[in-house]
């Protein structure tokens, strides 16, 4: 009201604003918050002023961010009488937008990189290399590695976007593991021999899972990959399955772990 005090309240905004006394009715908004942006908010309504959004954060175990909506209630043309606030809470858009900004600054400076060495080979061959056929073919074999890797990486994004856009659809059925397994392995190998890292397929022959043959095939591309990219010299890859609750595939290596600051993610 015009002495900003809470007139009314839901149990969705006591959340928000506890610990305060079980009702907000009656208590002064300075009493249940120190936050200048929320004051100021319904200050301005209460002097006539709408505010469309204003971005407001609370500090406490879990950070919550909200877009607040004040408006004035007027009493037939007279002036506000008062004024009705509403805190859409917008913690999780922000978390992924968060999330989608890292990802859009990780996929840029992975391409950046094969990038400029594609085009340093490329001038090198422009300026003279191309007339020595064992460079050449050396400078080929590079450019052709770089390519590729961008290639992945823009398959990557196209496939984080039909996920995002739930254009993905499932086609599962019963999978014979050990050949899918196989397959991923056959396509590391180059990899993993350049690296000195043995390969191990341990699942039985038989043994069948209830599996999009395709994604699966990519999942354990992408597990043996990072397994082969983050081990230690000369280390070792193994997959393996186990019949539980539901089928288990586990991809283990001999490398330091995911560091702690990374493991939320």
Request: aromatic share 4%; charged share 30%.
């Amino acid at each position: 009201d015009r002495d900003m005090r809470v007139v009314g309240s839901n149990p969705a905004a006591y959340r928000l604003f506890g610990p305060a006394p079980r009702k907000l009715e009656n208590q002064r908004l300075t009493e249940l918050t120190r936050n200048p942006s929320i004051y100021n908010a319904f200050l301005d309504a209460l002097k006539g002023v709408e505010h469309n959004t204003v971005k407001v954060e609370t500090v406490g175990p879990e950070r919550s961010v909200f877009e607040l909506r004040v408006v004035p209630l007027t009493n037939n043309g007279t002036g506000p009488k008062g004024a009705l606030g509403i805190f859409f809470d917008i913690t999780r858009t922000e978390r992924l937008e968060l999330v989608r900004q890292e990802f859009l600054s990780n996929v840029s400076h992975e391409l950046r990189t094969p990038l400029t060495s594609i085009l340093a080979f490329v001038e090198t061959l422009e300026t003279g290399a191309l007339d020595d056929p064992e460079s050449s073919r050396r400078f080929l074999s590079i450019i052709r590695k770089n390519a590729s890797r961008m290639h992945g990486l823009i398959d990557d994004i196209l496939e984080l976007t039909a996920i995002e856009g739930g254009n993905v659809q499932l086609r599962a059925k019963q999978v014979e593991l050990k050949p899918v397994v196989d397959e991923a392995v056959s396509s590391l190998e180059a990899k993993a021999k350049a690296q000195g890292i043995r390969i191990s397929n341990l699942v039985a022959p038989g043994v069948k899972v209830h599996a999009d043959i395709h994604r699966l095939e990519r999942m354990l591309t992408n597990l043996i990959d990072n397994g082969i990219k983050f081990n230690r010299p000369e280390g070792h890859v193994t997959i393996r399955y186990e019949a539980a609750a539901r089928d288990k595939i586990i991809v283990e290596d001999d490398g330091e772990g995911i560091p702690l600051h990374h493991l939320d993610r």
